[in-house]
């Protein structure tokens, strides 16, 4: 699988990659050389590998969790002795040294003084009123914003911009009237990235070979036909076919899919991933979705005798999605993700696939396992309850409806052409999964729910405590989230962890004591005891408060009041400013997967398993020939 577009990180990335790869190659994966021939001590040794896996593990110098920016623990000097090793390897040297130490930029983000972001690279620091006016002439002539990034330019005095847009073709699009030009000093540029889609086209070619049916022929010819060309209609006409393509042995998540690395919320990261179909884990979640209606008229919007005891905002008919268990066997992404629910529902005609041809629902099982590794530090459970929580954790109208909310009208909804993440803006990816993750927390305690997957009263881990420890777990991800604020800029660096934090915050305020932070300034520490008495009287209706507001607010378009809402729900500052500074003196370690490869001899599928070091994880890289 090729490494792909490197949309969403820094410029000096793929030098970054070469350089450790090309060091890999020079001593053959035998590391102690490098010592041996005087090029570094065994502390430096371990700190490039440390780096060097990392790196491999995020596809950049930037973490695919929060967006923060991490060096390697070396000096220039060190560093040269290093790269002295491999033909030319000082001077591949020098072009990256610099931002490979450099800090600032701190994280990913709008391009600022301490951020940086490669959706909007070049010299000229481009502005968020800029990239609004930009989209605005992006979106009245249909150019998607999905697989394209912004280039300002100054040029002899004028001010232009550059959309530059993924694809192996590099002409002028055949309907565009003046060529290049879209809007007065805006340009649509088309081979960006080119190269590696040029090779992503080509194994696709080779894979059509090995489909196992139609619709698996016809998606890949539609990748294919996308990433020459740069169409998304020709990447729509690819989720039809991918969605109905239902539980296959081998799965895939392939293209310019979620914007959740684009400081403006619309432009997306390149992800490629392989995995291998779980046949019992999938049957447990297939017996989920078979009761889904039942466990849809529990959420806190629903309305009896309404909508089928739904509500005015829901699907009469819902439809249910492939629900599939897999196992990852190939990540290319900066980050290697628990789950999808794709094709993304944040445009209207991903919207609209999902209506008519269906959607899917994966599970990365062997991602999530990584989340409960017993080894793994457990700072805010109190010690007697440590060893039972890592056991429990492993695992528009003519009569407009009624708002739940103000029980009036509704006065707010999208309009012909908007969009989820058109009107919410920054806030919607967050928002988004904030919804998602409430979902899940308030139908906990639901035993019909928990018996498909083997809770129950008489279990070795009883529904009582997996609920009483689900708590618990909100408010461990809650003060974990924090180390992914950003104090200097006020910002969140990742949706997801915004969402946790905000919804541990609603629960110390609103949650009737269910949950509260216990901070020992002298010890500095911080513990989150949990009122098993209050769970259902007082958290339960806590978190049904929450989700059922920024539920209608997603489905009426009334984006006001939710960002006035989540931005004060996700705010750090007074108390909790002093919990992000004990969270960030107790920094865990970054996740890194090892993954496998696969080699094909004499018509036969081998795998190949490496290491689980730092060494491991470079020779799979170095092996999979990228």
């Not at 293209?255 to 684009?262: A, L, M, T």
């Not at 609209?352 to 629902?361: A, P, Q, S």
């Not at 915004?498 to 002298?522: C, N």
């Amino acid at each position: 699988m090729e490494a792909g577009p490197s949309f969403d990180r820094p410029p000096e990335a793929i030098d970054i990659f070469d350089f450790i790869l090309n060091i890999h190659q020079a001593c053959r994966g035998d590391w102690n050389k490098l010592i041996e021939q005087g090029s570094m001590t065994s502390n430096d040794l371990k700190a490039f590998l440390e780096y060097s896996a990392l790196f491999l593990c995020n596809l950049g110098n930037f973490y695919g969790e929060g967006g923060q920016k991490f060096v390697p623990n070396l000096s220039v000097e060190v560093l040269q002795k290093i790269a002295s090793v491999v033909p030319d390897g000082n001077t591949t040297l020098e072009r990256i040294i610099g931002q490979m130490l450099a800090v600032p930029p701190f994280t990913l983000g709008y391009p600022g003084e301490n951020t940086m972001s490669n959706y909007y690279p070049g010299d000229e620091r481009i502005t968020r009123e800029e990239i609004a006016t930009v989209s605005k002439v992006m979106d009245k002539l249909s150019v998607e914003p999905e697989n394209t990034r912004v280039r300002k330019c100054a040029e002899q005095g004028k001010i232009s911009f550059k959309v530059l847009q993924a694809s192996v073709e590099t002409t002028p699009v055949a309907n565009m009237k003046d060529g290049d030009e879209i809007g007065s000093g805006i340009l649509l540029i088309r081979g960006d990235h080119a190269a590696e889609l040029s090779k992503i086209c080509s194994e696709l070619e080779q894979a059509k070979k090995y489909a196992a049916n139609d619709k698996q022929s016809k998606f890949l010819s539609d990748y294919i036909k996308s990433f020459r060309t740069g169409s998304l209609d020709a990447f729509r006409e690819s989720q039809k076919s991918w969605v109905t393509d239902i539980s296959p042995a081998v799965e895939n998540l392939m293209g310019f899919v979620e914007p959740y690395r684009d400081p403006q919320g619309i432009r997306a990261k390149w992800e490629g991933v392989i995995c291998i179909s779980d046949p019992d884990e999938t049957m447990k979640l297939k017996q989920f979705v078979e009761r889904s209606s039942d466990f849809i008229r529990a959420l806190p919007w629903a309305v009896p005798g309404i909508n089928e005891g739904k509500c005015p905002f829901g699907k009469t008919l819902f439809e249910a999605p492939d629900f599939t268990s897999v196992h990852a066997l190939a990540f290319c992404a900066s980050m290697v993700f628990e789950a999808a629910n794709l094709p993304n529902a944040s445009k209207f005609p991903y919207n609209d696939i999902r209506e008519t041809c269906g959607f899917k629902n994966v599970v990365i099982a062997n991602r999530m396992d990584a989340n409960h590794n017993p080894a793994s530090p457990c700072h805010y459970i109190h010690e007697t309850e440590k060893k039972q929580f890592k056991e429990c954790t492993h695992l528009v109208r003519k009569n407009p409806p009624i708002s739940p909310l103000t029980n009036s009208p509704i006065e707010t909804w999208y309009k012909k052409g908007h969009t989820w993440t058109g009107v919410f803006k920054d806030i919607a990816t967050t928002v988004g999964e904030c919804r998602a993750t409430l979902v899940s927390n308030y139908l906990i305690d639901n035993k019909d729910l928990l018996a498909i997957f083997g809770f129950t009263d008489t279990s070795p881990i009883i529904v009582d405590e997996f609920i009483y420890n689900t708590y618990l777990q909100i408010g461990v991800e809650g003060l974990h989230a924090l180390e992914h604020y950003n104090v200097k800029d006020h910002a969140w660096g990742e949706a997801h962890k915004r969402s946790h934090f905000a919804i541990l915050k609603h629960l110390v305020l609103s949650g009737g004591g269910v949950m509260r932070v216990e901070r020992d300034a002298a010890n500095s520490n911080l513990t989150v005891p949990v009122d098993r008495s209050r769970i259902l009287s007082h958290g339960k209706p806590a978190l049904g408060d929450f989700l059922c507001r920024i539920h209608i607010w997603r489905c009426t378009a009334d984006v006001e009041p939710c960002r006035e809402f989540y931005e004060a729900m996700s705010a750090v500052d007074g108390e909790y400013e002093k919990w992000r500074k004990i969270v960030c003196s107790k920094p865990e370690p970054r996740w890194k997967f090892v993954q496998a490869n696969t080699f094909l001899k004499d018509r036969t599928v081998e795998v190949k398993d490496y290491a689980e070091s730092n060494e491991g994880i470079i020779q799979s890289w170095a092996e999979r020939k990228v």
